[in-house]
């Protein structure tokens, strides 16, 4: 038969035993709540940085972006191709060509996002 102390001391150490292991169980849900908030703190910064690039990409015309239109000398130039020739400045057909080419695949993508459709014309890009 067990004495009041014996009795005292089993509940001591059953006690001591369940607050040991209720101290690991604590602290394994400690780290991985660490872990989670750091996980959390990634995934936001991962989110603020795709918001940052799709406002950037908002605020981008991607016709200015794709189509470079200007000059060189006496000659309009798009994405650096000359749209023609003059007798005292030669310039190859493969050029001009390349420049009307892209001439035509703007005013495709154009008429597409502003939805024209030609009634006597067909692109051909």
Do not use: C
Not at 54 to 74: C, E, R
């Amino acid at each position: 038969e067990l004495t009041a102390p014996l009795l005292a001391t089993a509940q001591a150490e059953r006690l001591d035993q369940e607050e040991a292991q209720y101290q690991r169980e604590y602290s394994e849900f400690k780290r991985q709540q660490l872990e989670l908030d750091d996980e959390l703190k990634s995934v936001e910064n991962q989110m603020r940085y795709a918001q940052m690039q799709l406002d950037k990409l908002k605020k981008t015309n991607v016709f200015n972006a794709t189509f470079h239109i200007w000059h060189s000398g006496q000659f309009g130039t798009i994405n650096n191709f000359r749209l023609g020739r003059l007798p005292s400045v030669p310039v190859e057909w493969n050029e001009i060509n390349a420049a009307w080419g892209q001439t035509v695949l703007l005013l495709h993508a154009l008429a597409n996002k502003m939805g024209l459709k030609f009634q006597r014309y067909r692109l051909v890009p």
